[in-house]
């Protein structure tokens, strides 16, 4: 994409962060949001590369050394930091954001000193990602105007970990330190509004 698009994303990072392109690397394991991410991303005008593994993440880190990265944590071969610093390595001026369905402050830790620039908890969406990833250096993003619900937040969490169980309701009580039958009338109800 040419340097001089006029979108309000390019303008953003021509504005805010002294960054001229829009090559913006997304690394994670889950198709269905990577892809939806992905399509979201582009149009608001940056140019996406996609990667599901760490290896793929370390290798496109290298070759396209993209502007912006936003990097699932947990992937299938390791661990999301390792491509963050990967990137920074190839690129110290770039922006990558730590994406994780499992927040904690050890995490979020370890996700700055690995290079990044903020830590996101899943799910999050479009939005939320291009606020952190245009941020003023230094500042948070301003809140989503609409934020899920709590209601929301934990039905999401309780489904992410079901479906890492194979949607199986016991082994799933059990990660959740949660009573089987509990669990089934949650899982029984349609996901709270917000």
């Not at 059990?174 to 509990?182: A, P, Q």
Request: glycine share 6%; with cysteine; proline share 5%.
């Amino acid at each position: 994409m040419d340097s001089t698009d006029t979108s309000p994303a390019l303008a953003g990072q021509d504005a805010r962060n002294g960054l001229t392109d829009s090559r913006l690397l997304i690394v994670d394991d889950d198709t269905r949001f990577r892809d939806r991410l992905a399509r979201a991303m582009g149009a608001r005008g940056f140019d996406v590369t996609l990667a599901d593994s760490v290896a793929a993440g370390v290798e496109a880190s290298r070759a396209a050394t993209p502007a912006f990265a936003v990097v699932d944590l947990r992937l299938g071969d390791g661990s999301g930091l390792d491509v963050v610093q990967a990137l920074r390595e190839a690129r110290p001026d770039a922006r990558a954001i730590i994406l994780t369905g499992y927040g904690n402050i050890a995490t979020a830790v370890a996700a700055v000193k690995a290079g990044a620039i903020d830590y996101l908890t899943k799910p999050t969406d479009a939005d939320q990602v291009e606020a952190a990833l245009l941020a003023p250096e230094g500042e948070m993003p301003a809140p989503p105007d609409q934020p899920m619900s709590a209601d929301r937040v934990r039905w999401e969490h309780i489904q992410r970990i079901y479906e890492q169980c194979d949607r199986n309701v016991s082994e799933t009580a059990r990660r959740l330190n949660m009573h089987r039958r509990t669990l089934q009338r949650i899982l029984a109800k349609y996901a709270p509004r917000g």
